[in-house]
């Protein structure tokens, strides 16, 4: 399943929110705290991601590549496991991302909502 997202924030912009995972629980609504030793995105990076209903999922950044403004990590939460692959590129004035997802179908559908939402306002100035 891949999402796709316009806005009007630059590429360097969403890409810096993406890359401080502190930044995380700014434009992501469902996140609460990103718990890691490191605080920038980098391959092997592991961790919880702590939702506002206080549920940990571990996760693993799998690979970043700043020059091409992409990263994918897996998440896990229990014996359901996804990967996400997040891409940034210019669009117009401003910039466009998209989400692709791979895991249970279900899960994927409950989820895509709440990452739409949370890649609305990661493109917003």
Do not use: C, N
Not at 62 to 84: F, N, P, S, Y
Request: charged letters at 20%; hydrophobic letters at 40%.
């Amino acid at each position: 399943m891949t999402l796709s997202v316009k806005g009007t924030a630059s590429p360097d912009t969403v890409w810096q929110r993406y890359a401080g995972v502190d930044q995380w629980a700014y434009w992501s609504p469902q996140i609460k705290a990103v718990h890691s030793a490191g605080r920038r995105l980098s391959p092997g990076l592991s961790g919880t991601v702590e939702s506002v209903a206080g549920i940990r999922a571990a996760f693993v950044v799998e690979a970043v590549d700043d020059d091409r403004r992409t990263w994918t990590w897996r998440v896990r939460l229990g014996r359901i496991q996804i990967r996400l692959r997040h891409k940034v590129r210019p669009q117009g004035r401003g910039s466009a991302t998209s989400l692709t997802m791979h895991g249970p179908r279900l899960v994927l559908l409950a989820y895509a909502p709440l990452a739409r939402l949370a890649l609305h306002r990661l493109l917003q100035p």
